[in-house]
């Protein structure tokens, strides 16, 4: 979220501030993902959805990130970013194009809006280590004029008519493309440490049509990870990059060697501080990994001390 107060911060210290600390960890990445929260776009033309009213009393916001802070995300070494939330949309069509052409520009794929709901539900592919890897973007959070369709640019859904059974079909296209399938859902509600039973039904059934594995946001806080099927469902992993009170974020890490499997999983736990990421220490790192096992207890997962997530 390179947003409000990110916006201050990037333009006295630069786009390379919130990731400088952690970039040695980040650049290990074979293929880093992640979820983009805004557009990047210098437009004044904002959602007419999204009443005044509740703007000022911050029961909603509207967003928009300015275009050169992409580079904060070429820095960190981003390969793919989910584009399918609540906030990509606040600047109408005209933020989603400066979006995508801002991120062909900087050679970031992308996955979860588009030109139309074809577009928006085709998969981000790419390719390492002789292996191909397909990202997929929905959204269950559905501002009004949102959501892409044949003729409309937007996002690509995760409820309504139609979407549960245009996910399953995108997932199993990309299966047959694709030797791992990563879902990047935004889902749930904001500062639930648990997450709802719609998302724990609809990340089953997102693994049971082929995904092998599900990442979560939009609550900005830390939910559990879920072991299914020996794929890894995780919940909500807080805010990465967010000027805010709440420090504790993670990232999880996935190894890969062969097709649709999970060799290992592991979580990173990190801490922001003034909108930069840090390493968390060793009290924060135990504190981290408690309370995510706290959080997963549920599902049975365990992750050991060093943030290894048992996958049987």
Known sequence: MLVLGMTYLLRQYGAKYPFQKVRPLLSRASILVGNLEAPFTLRNTPTPYKSAESVRARRDYILRAEPRWAQALVFAGFDAVGLANNHLMDYQEGGLYDTLRVLDRVGIA???????????RRPAILKRDGLQFA????????????????????????????AEEGMRQDIQTARERADFVLVSIHWGKQLAEFPESTQRRLGRLLIDWGADAVVGHHPHVLQGIEVYREKVIAYSLGDFVNLSSRSETAVL???????????????????????????AD?????????RLNRLSAAWGTRIDPFGSVLLT
């Open 282 to 290: 060793g009290r924060a790192w135990k504190t981290t990994i408690a």
């Open 135 to 162: 990202l997929l973007s929905y959204s269950c959070i559905l501002p009004v004029g949102s959501v892409a369709t044949s003729t409309r640019a937007g996002i690509a859904p995760a409820r309504g008519a139609g």
């Open 253 to 279: 890490q996935l190894v890969i060697s062969r097709p649709h499997a999970v060799d290992s999983a592991g979580v990173i736990p990190l801490r922001q501080r003034r909108g930069q990421l840090h390493y």
């Open 110 to 120: 992308y996955a979860g809006a588009g030109r139309s709901l074809e577009e928006a």
